[in-house]
């Protein structure tokens, strides 16, 4: 299984390292999962002008190179501009699409040309069978490995809902699909001039997309989500992460050891 983990947003390189310690620490107490940290560098669709975005670039991309050296993970950010493409896939393994960008060609186009892995979130707006034009564009780019990422989708005002229809039909696209647990319970735009969540729900969630037969989850973790600088209400509280990994990895084991059972 695939663990896509981490802050949010980069808030500073203490928090940075504490989290990646303890996913480190969930790396090594299941060696059989694929873990690859995630951490963006910058936030670039805040709800509010006032609301923090992170170190920017730069700065963003030298704690995540001392994150991989630190504790030998694989590193995943995002990249919100074309030019950013170049200077992030120097730097880390793994580069994402956010959401809201998933239909950007210019975008997709530059981070298959770093040769690097693409993980594109599903718009909140896309359907998953509309994903296979985006899985296209990263092909005939010269992408190598892709992954798709459902996180929920836009269900009225502030709300999103989880078609787990969804993830077989995605995967039906040749690619791994990833579940956001966390972003799937966002509410977005939900406080005013911050979004909203409801994280008591990622555990079923996250259960929920297991036994549909998922090739990864995406959580974001922070010590203190009350706290958090982004995101808070729908981040796993550090402290809870580990144990709810090993829930996860059971029953994801319990599924592919029956997965030639009929119903």
């Known amino acids: 299984m695939i663990l896509i983990a981490g802050p949010c947003v980069i808030e500073n390189e203490d928090t940075l390292f504490k989290i990646a310690e303890v996913v480190k620490k969930v790396q090594e107490t299941f060696p059989e999962l694929k873990v690859i940290f995630k951490a963006s560098f910058d936030k670039a669709n805040r709800s509010s002008l006032r609301s923090y975005r992170g170190p920017g670039l730069d700065k963003g ?12 993970l694989p590193v995943l950010t995002d990249i919100h501009e074309s030019y950013q493409a170049e200077p992030v896939g120097s730097v880390v393994d793994y580069i994402q699409i956010p959401a809201f960008l998933c239909r950007q060609t210019d975008l997709i186009i530059a981070a298959a040309k770093t ?21 296209e564009k990263l092909k005939e780019s010269g992408a190598k490995e892709i992954f798709l990422t459902e996180r929920g989708t836009t269900f009225g005002y502030n709300n999103l809902v989880v078609d787990f229809r969804g993830i077989p039909i995605m995967k039906s696209l040749g690619v791994p699909v990833i579940f956001d647990a966390t972003h799937s319970v966002q509410r977005p735009g939900g406080l005013g001039s911050a979004s909203g969540g409801d994280r008591e729900f990622v555990p079923y969630l996250a259960k929920a997309a297991v036994a549909v037969g998922v090739d990864g989850l995406f959580f974001e973790t922070h010590p203190e989500p009350e706290k958090a600088l982004s995101d808070g209400p ?8 580990p144990l709810l990994i090993g829930e996860l990895i059971k029953l994801y084991n319990f599924m592919r050891e029956n997965s030639d059972r009929k119903v």
């Not at 040769?115 to 899985?135: E, H, S």
């Open 61 to 72: 991309l030298k704690m995540l190179a001392k994150v991989k050296e630190k504790f030998d």
């Open 115 to 135: 040769g690097k892995p693409v993980n594109v979130k599903k718009g909140q707006f896309m359907a998953p069978w509309d994903m296979k034009n985006v899985v």
């Open 234 to 241: 729908n981040m796993v509280s550090l402290k809870d992460f």
